[in-house]
């Protein structure tokens, strides 16, 4: 099935350092999506992209759509402890519905 | 507006016995889907419900699995008889219907942790 290879698999970074994690996939995706998952709770939506190059910011957190429609970056800028928790890719192939293919997760330690 | 529940939050059964886990969606949203995660990898999707109807079953991974969404409401997914194998944390997300082609965000659940010793 569909992959999508997610990186660093986590990141141990000090307060107020800017963070970088990316997905890639051999596959073409339309959308390209960003979720944060905080313990016991279920992911939540960063930021949605939907067209190749897309550049689109969220405050502190901005993520691109590759050109090649097969990646995707996700930014932090200046960390602060509430950025802790796991971050996932996400792709879809078409369509306003559909399950989305999601990357194994970049796990996001923030030191004070 | 109350969000994506899920009943139980934890469930630690043995192997063979039977568990169901419940999804209540966002009221209106036409849409639910389950995804499971098993630990350390991926979220994985199982199957979408478009109100009672299973528009997509090709992630559920065997017939042991029973996923149901009668009145189109709520949704229960049961795993008869539970394996090892099956330990992983299962999410539930639902979304509006439109149609514009356009994606629809989805809203995922705080999902049951499930683990089968």
């Known amino acids: 099935g569909q992959q999508l290879n997610q990186s660093p698999q986590s990141m141990f970074i000090q307060e107020g350092e800017d963070v970088s994690m990316n997905c890639t996939s051999s596959?073409?995706?339309?959308?390209w999506l960003w979720y944060k998952q905080d313990p016991g709770e279920g992911p939540v939506l960063l930021i949605a992209l939907y067209k190749a190059g897309e550049l689109t910011s969220n405050g502190r957190l901005t993520a691109q759509f590759g050109i090649t429609r097969k990646d995707s970056f996700l930014n932090i800028s200046a960390s602060i402890p509430s950025d802790v928790g796991i971050y996932f890719c996400?792709?879809?192939?078409?369509?306003?519905?559909?399950?989305?293919?999601f990357g194994k997760g970049t796990k996001l330690s923030v030191k004070p | 507006e109350a969000g994506v529940t899920q009943f139980p939050s934890h469930s630690v059964i043995e192997k063979g016995q039977t568990v169901t886990l419940r999804c209540d969606p966002i009221s209106g949203h036409d849409n639910l889907y389950w995804y499971r995660r098993v630990m350390g990898k991926e979220i994985k999707f199982l199957l979408h419900f478009v109100k009672e109807s299973k528009q997509d079953e090709s992630g559920m991974p065997n017939n042991r699995f029973l996923a149901e969404r009668t009145g189109g409401t709520y949704s229960t997914l049961k795993v008869q008889p539970a394996e090892l194998e099956d330990s992983g944390v299962y999410f539930c997300?639902?979304?509006?219907?439109?149609?514009?082609?356009?994606?629809?965000?989805?809203?995922f659940g705080p999902g049951t942790r499930l683990l089968v010793l």
């Open positions: 997300a639902s979304s509006q219907d439109r149609t514009e082609n356009y994606w629809e965000t989805q809203y």
């Open positions: 996400a792709g879809r192939f078409g369509g306003s519905q559909g399950n989305l293919i």
């Open positions: 596959s073409i995706f339309n959308t």
